[in-house]
């Protein structure tokens, strides 16, 4: 089988549909990767080389983050920060890598800007990385939601990760996989041309008392 490599940031929508490609970085992104950049200088004492990309509300969510992970720390462990994180196969071919935001031992902080999406394959992606490079069975994800000032934190052992990520990975180098049209395909650079996303049109089409009040594309995609 022809690997590629892959990101965990597409894990949630590639668990949806094995098509889904992204697509250009919009406006919240680069905002986002801003934030990621100033996040990683306050670690390294760099704050003043990227100060003006971010305004002063973003810099006072990002000191809470700071905070939360502060707080967190084991002192037995670095702080580690954008620290590349490869997953290799049995013959040490690199399968996909990703740079985790801030690791601390078993521990993973991820910084997250924007909303609250469903990211626990991301997680266990960078996760199940960290575990096969370093050793361990578990790890701690914490995700920081600056705009929420919320914390949520959960474990990942090998033992659920490593099926959840290798069965993504089989998937998307299936090109037959099917279009599985989700929340996330408007993100999807293939969105225009999809063809499961056609089928939901056109079945919107025939059904006469279908109430767009109601519309929700997880509907559609279970109940056509």
């Not at 990703?98 to 609250?116: A, I, S, Y």
């Not at 659920?160 to 990975?169: R, V, Y």
Request: hydrophobic content about 35%; charged content about 25%; aromatic content about 10%.
């Amino acid at each position: 089988m022809q690997h590629h490599r892959h990101s965990p940031s597409s894990f949630p929508m590639r668990a949806k549909c094995a098509q889904y490609e992204s697509g250009p970085a919009g406006e919240a992104a680069q905002h986002g990767s801003a934030m990621h950049d100033v996040f990683a200088s306050m670690f390294e004492g760099k704050l003043d080389l990227f100060r003006e990309s971010v305004t002063d509300d973003d810099r006072e969510r990002l000191d809470w983050a700071k905070e939360q992970v502060e707080l967190r720390v084991n002192s037995e462990y670095p702080i580690e920060v954008e620290i590349k994180l490869s997953y290799t196969n049995s013959k040490f071919k690199e399968l996909y890598f990703g740079h985790g935001d801030v690791v601390n031992g078993p521990q993973l902080f991820d910084l997250k800007t924007g909303e609250q999406h469903a990211y626990w394959h991301q997680m266990a992606g960078y996760a199940l990385a960290l575990m096969d490079e370093r050793g361990y069975d578990q790890v701690d994800v914490h995700l920081l939601y600056s705009r929420f000032r919320q914390v949520k934190t959960y474990t990942i052992t090998k033992d659920q990760a490593e099926p959840a990520i290798n069965d993504i990975l089989v998937r998307v180098e299936n090109p037959e996989a099917p279009y599985t049209p989700n929340e996330f395909c408007g993100w999807c650079k293939k969105r225009a041309l999809c063809p499961g996303l056609a089928d939901r049109v056109d079945a919107i089409a025939v059904q006469q008392d279908w109430g767009l009040e109601s519309y929700r594309l997880d509907d559609i995609a279970k109940n056509p």
